[in-house]
T-cell receptor, first 113, second 112 residues
Framework: AQSVTQPDARVTVSEGASLQLRCKYSYSATPYLFWYVQYPRQGLQLLLKYYSGDPVVQGVNGFEAEFSKSNSSFHLRKASVHWSDSAVYFCAVASSGSWQLIFGSGTQLTVMP | AQTIHQWPVAEIKAVGSPLSLGCTIKGKSSPNLYWYWQATGGTLQQLFYSITVGQVESVVQLNLSASRPKDDQFILSTEKLLLSHSGFYLC???????????FGPGTRLTVL
């Protein structure tokens, strides 16, 4: 079965520290991978996407993610977090031509000042 | 630039009452459209998708229905609400299957 696992339900870091949010996927086809962010009482905003090519993709606000086919992972990173990065982050997977977008359970990020 | 608008922003409804939620996309011709449901603090569950006017496919059965009466409009409805319908409803659009989806601001539904 196709699935996305975000093993960390909650992550707390200090402002200025580096960040990694983990995402593992199980998908039979070639995956298209996404990270979204959701601020309280808002919709989801796309942070970055991976379709093919360079396994490290850059997104908005200094976020990047690295695709690893051997590890079935797509971890999100940021070199230095800001308090405004506090939100819920979702990893999602789709495949070419598919209408289905499968989401992980999300990681609540709290950045301490 | 594309804009996506959802209405209403929030609803408080009684069990057994009808419901209609709407979504409009401006600035994009013939988008693929999607409805999602999110429980409080939970992940997103895709409910319906539509690739063209008048055509809607159901992904999960939650006693809800959807319609696409116009190219830029997507409606979610039910004749009889259940307590389990409470949550956050999100509309999204994409250029096609597999492409990234862009989400609206959502409608918060509370069923009492």
């Amino acid at each position: 079965a196709q699935s996305v696992t975000q093993p960390d339900a909650r992550v707390t870091v200090s402002e200025g520290a580096s960040l990694q949010l983990r995402c593992k996927y199980s998908y039979s086809a070639t995956p298209y991978l996404f990270w979204y962010v959701q601020y309280p009482r808002q919709g989801l905003q796309l942070l970055l996407k991976y379709y093919s090519g360079d396994p490290v993709v850059q997104g908005v606000n200094g976020f990047e993610a690295e695709f690893s086919k051997s590890n079935s992972s797509f971890h999100l990173r940021k070199a230095s977090v800001h308090w405004s990065d506090s939100a819920v982050y979702f990893c999602a997977v789709a495949s070419s031509g598919s209408w289905q977008l499968i989401f992980g359970s999300g990681t609540q990020l709290t950045v301490m000042p | 630039a594309q804009t996506i608008h959802q209405w209403p922003v929030a609803e408080i409804k009684a069990v057994g009452s009808p419901l209609s939620l709407g979504c409009t996309i401006k600035g994009k011709s013939s988008p693929n459209l999607y409805w999602y449901w999110q429980a409080t603090g939970g992940t997103l569950q895709q409910l319906f998708y539509s690739i063209t006017v008048g055509q809607v496919e159901s992904v999960v059965q939650l006693n809800l229905s959807a319609s696409r009466p116009k190219d830029d409009q997507f409606i979610l409805s039910t004749e009889k609400l259940l307590l389990s319908h409470s949550g956050f409803y999100l509309c999204a659009w994409s250029l096609g299957g597999g492409y990234e989806q862009y989400f609206g601001p959502g409608t918060r539904l509370t069923v009492l």
